[in-house]
C-alpha cells in the first residue's frame, strides 16, 4: 500500500517519527522503499549531488521529470515528493502547470519553497488535486548561502505565522531548514499538518536528509547532517580492485567465462581451413 498524506498526518497525531529521505535513481528508489522510508524527496538537490551543476538554480523542468520517473518506478510504497526547480512556480498558473506534469509523471506530490509569496501558489496546487509540501526557513532556491533562519524573536515570529498561513492555505507537509530547535518545536505544536526538519532540530514531526550526505558520498560533511555509513569509501574500494584485477589478469576469471564445445572448435578450424585454402 502506498503511503498518504492522511498516514503521515496519522504518524504526526500518534507521535511517530517520519522519514524523508532524497531519491535521484531507481535502484536507490528500491532500496528506500524495502527499508520503509516515508517519503522519498526528488529534490533539486539532484543537480549539486547527481548532475554536477553549480548550484540548484541550474535544475530544470526535464532534469526533474526524468529522475522522477525513475524513483516511482522503485518505490512501491514510499510517498514520491517532487522537489518543484527554480522558477517553473513563478505564478499560481505555473505551479499548477508544473505539479500536474509532476503528478503525471509520478509524484504523489509536489514541494514548494516561499513564505508569504508561495501562499496563493499552494492554494492553487492543492485546488487541483495535488498534495503540497510547504517549505519555509532556509530556502536554497532564494537565499544562497546557507544561514539559520527565526533566531531573532521578529524572524521567528514571522516563520511561526507563515507556517500556520501555509497550512490554511492547502499545505499538507511542512520542511523546516535551518531553524533553532525551540522554535521548530512551537511550530509543530502550532499547525496540525506534519513538520519535517533539516537542521531544524528534534523537535520537528520528522527528519530529511540528502542521501549522499548520509552515505559519505558529499564532499562537504555538513552540521545537519551525519555519515551513517561510508558508502563512498566501499564503492571506491571495489572500482580500485577491479582496476587491479583487470590490470593483473585476475579478472576474468574462469567463474566469468563461457567456453566454446571441443566439437565447436573443431568445426570453426576446419571452416577457416576452408577459407583460407590450407588443410
Do not use: W
Amino acid at each position: 500500500m502506498k503511503i498518504t498524506t492522511s498516514d503521515l498526518l496519522r504518524k504526526k497525531r500518534a507521535g511517530e517519527k517520519i522519514v524523508m529521505l532524497t531519491c535521484y535513481d531507481f535502484p536507490t528508489a528500491t532500496l528506500e522503499d524495502a527499508a520503509g522510508v516515508d517519503i522519498q524527496l526528488v529534490g533539486d538537490s539532484v543537480g549539486t549531488n547527481v548532475l554536477g551543476y553549480a548550484d540548484v538554480t541550474q535544475v530544470t523542468v526535464n532534469d526533474m521529470l526524468h529522475h522522477m520517473r525513475a524513483v516511482a518506478r522503485g518505490a512501491k510504497h514510499s510517498f514520491v515528493l517532487g522537489d518543484l526547480p527554480y522558477r517553473s512556480f513563478e505564478t499560481p498558473e505555473a505551479a499548477v502547470k508544473t505539479a500536474t506534469l509532476f503528478a503525471e509523471n509520478g509524484a504523489d506530490g509536489v514541494k514548494m519553497e516561499g513564505e508569504e509569496d508561495a501562499i496563493e501558489k499552494v492554494k492553487a496546487v492543492t485546488g487541483a488535486g495535488v498534495p503540497v509540501c510547504a517549505h519555509i526557513g532556509y530556502t536554497p532556491q532564494k537565499l544562497g548561502k546557507a544561514a539559520v533562519q527565526g533566531k531573532d524573536a521578529a524572524r521567528a515570529m514571522q516563520l511561526i505565522d507563515i507556517a500556520g498561513r501555509l497550512e490554511q492555505a492547502g499545505a499538507s507537509i511542512l520542511v523546516l531548514e535551518l531553524i533553532p530547535d525551540e522554535l521548530s518545536a512551537i511550530i509543530a505544536r502550532a499547525v496540525s499538518i506534519p513538520t519535517i526538519g533539516i537542521g531544524a532540530g528534534r523537535s520537528c514531526d520528522g527528519q530529511v536528509q540528502v542521501f549522499h550526505d548520509i552515505a559519505g558520498m558529499s564532499p562537504a560533511i555538513f552540521r545537519h547532517a551525519h555519515v551513517f555509513h561510508d558508502v563512498k569509501s566501499a564503492m571506491r574500494l571495489a572500482i580500485d580492485s577491479y582496476l587491479s584485477a583487470t590490470r593483473n589478469g585476475q579478472f576474468p576469471a574462469e567463474a566469468n567465462m563461457a567456453h566454446l564445445s571441443e566439437t565447436v572448435r573443431n568445426e570453426i578450424a576446419e571452416s577457416l581451413g576452408r577459407t583460407t585454402g590450407r588443410v
